[in-house]
């Protein structure tokens, strides 16, 4: 697949190895949760890479100076749930005055349509850049159905990073958000018939919360 310009696949050295660690089944739960932080980190270093920046003037302990600082209002982080928490942490790490909003979707199991139960994001998201995140990108449907109901809240800016997205679920996002760009670390091979990325991790929210 080629991928649209606004796809941007991290493939750092770190992040690679990382993310094998993690595919592998026999990865415990507490391996797969800090791998997964550690990932999450990398992948926000690189989707906050055209923040921007204006100089304040800083007094050293030898010199007055202008240095950059970022500017503007607070970045506003959108966890889906569950699996979403575990890219959170991670970018929190990086971006610890972030704001935090969250979104509840389910996955019908029969048209693996995303149904909402729960909406909570930060107000007046108006100037502020908002980063959605969720480890899969599988269909799409969940992370379709969370932007279009941020963008209700018109944000300054909307992103959207995956630990794994796959050529079906690119297809889809872009088609519906072609205004937003998806950071991940690997676009995997593609679907099996229960939504699943292949190769891929297996089900993120068992795996990174040890439910199964
Ligand atoms: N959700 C997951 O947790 N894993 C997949 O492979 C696809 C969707």
Do not use: W
């Amino acid at each position: 697949m080629t991928l649209p310009a606004n796809v941007h696949v991290v493939d750092h050295p770190l992040v690679q190895h990382k993310l094998t660690l993690m595919r592998k089944s026999t990865t415990s739960t507490a391996s797969f949760r800090l791998l997964l932080k550690e990932i999450s980190m990398l992948l926000a270093y690189e989707a906050t890479r055209d923040m921007k920046l204006s100089d304040v003037e800083v007094q050293t302990p030898l010199a007055v100076t202008n240095k950059p600082m970022l500017e503007g209002k607070k970045v506003v982080l959108v966890a889906i749930l569950r699996a979403g928490l575990g890219i959170l942490d991670g970018m929190l790490e990086l971006i610890p005055s972030a704001r935090v909003g969250h979104v509840g979707l389910y996955r019908d199991p029969k048209t693996l349509m995303a149904v909402e139960y729960y909406y909570k994001v930060p107000q007046r998201l108006a100037d502020r850049e908002v980063i959605v995140c969720d480890p899969m990108l599988a269909t799409g449907n969940s992370a379709i159905a969370a932007v279009a109901r941020i963008k209700r809240s018109k944000p300054g800016s909307l992103k959207f990073v995956c630990l794994l997205a796959c050529p079906e679920g690119i297809k889809n996002f872009t088609e519906h958000h072609p205004d937003v760009p998806i950071y991940t670390a690997s676009v995997d091979d593609g679907l099996n018939d229960h939504g699943y990325i292949l190769p891929g991790i297996g089900d993120a929210g068992d795996r990174l919360f040890g439910t199964k």
